[in-house]
T-cell receptor, first 118, second 121 residues
Framework: GAVVSQHPSRVICKSGTSVKIECRSL??????MFWYRQFPKQSLMLMAT?????????EQGVEKDKFLINHASLTLSTLTVTSAHPEDSSFYIC??????????????FGSGTRLTVV | AQKITQTQPGMFVQEKEAVTLDCTYD???????LFWYKQPSSGEMIFLIY??????QNATEGRYSLNFQKARKSANLVISASQLGDSAMYFC??????????????????FGQGTILTVHP
């Protein structure tokens, strides 16, 4: 099946620094990537939708300048948390949307990144 | 707008027994898809089962079955013969229609609040 590789799996950074999270589609072209954020024991909340070669569409309430999403190629989408603060500590997970028999009815998830800002 | 509701924050089941996790949804779309995912403590999202809105039969995947009641807008997950490894958080989700006609991508998934399942030995 389709595989999305997400890195890093865990990252600890100092307050005020930036962190980049990468999601790579290994065996297919990911035209669309969804980025979610999840707090402990809570649901996945969609942050933004990125389409290759165009600007990301952010959900209401998500700061565009803080969570920079780049989808410059069909195999790589990145989320950069800029000037991170402790309240940005969370679990971030990407999901590629694709049609066809390789997908689980349309979606393949990365393994997630646990971000801790100290 | 689509809405998914899971009203059971936590469920407990004895090993080898069956358990039903509830999910109700609301949508104005005629064509939609319903999913169940398992999320263990590692955080990965594991696809369990899918039901299309036009599917007449309830979906089944091994020990998982989806009790789809379209008129009641419910899509409950039934896990038979629970195992200790089934302990995890479970999410019901709904897919929006494709982003564009003839496109290569589906719309976003909207998730329910989740249910934490604990299987006791």
């Amino acid at each position: 099946g389709a595989v999305v590789s997400q890195h890093p799996s865990r990252v600890i950074c100092k307050s005020g620094t930036s962190v980049k999270i990468e999601c790579r589609s290994l065996d297919f072209q990911a035209t669309t990537m969804f980025w979610y954020r999840q707090f402990p024991k809570q649901s996945l909340m969609l942050m933004a939708t990125s389409n290759e070669g165009s600007k990301a569409t952010y959900e209401q309430g998500v700061e565009k300048d803080k969570f920079l999403i780049n989808h410059a190629s069909l195999t790589l989408s990145t989320l950069t948390v800029t000037s991170a603060h402790p309240e940005d500590s969370s679990f971030y997970i990407c999901s590629a949307s694709l049609m066809g028999p390789k997908s689980n009815y349309g979606y393949t998830f990365g393994s997630g990144t646990r971000l801790t800002v100290v | 707008a689509q809405k998914i509701t899971q009203t059971q924050p936590g469920m407990f089941v004895q090993e080898k027994e069956a358990v039903t996790l509830d999910c109700t949804y609301d949508t104005s779309d005629q064509s939609y898809g319903l999913f169940w995912y398992k999320q263990p403590s590692s955080g990965e999202m594991i696809f369990l089962i899918y039901q299309g809105s036009y599917d007449e039969q309830n979906a089944t995947e091994g020990r998982y079955s989806l009790n789809f009641q379209k008129a009641r807008k419910s899509a409950n997950l039934v896990i038979s013969a629970s195992q200790l490894g089934d302990s995890a958080m479970y999410f019901c989700a709904m897919r929006e229609p494709p982003l564009s006609a003839g496109g290569t991508s589906y719309g976003k998934l909207t998730f329910g609040q989740g249910t934490i399942l604990t299987v006791h030995p």
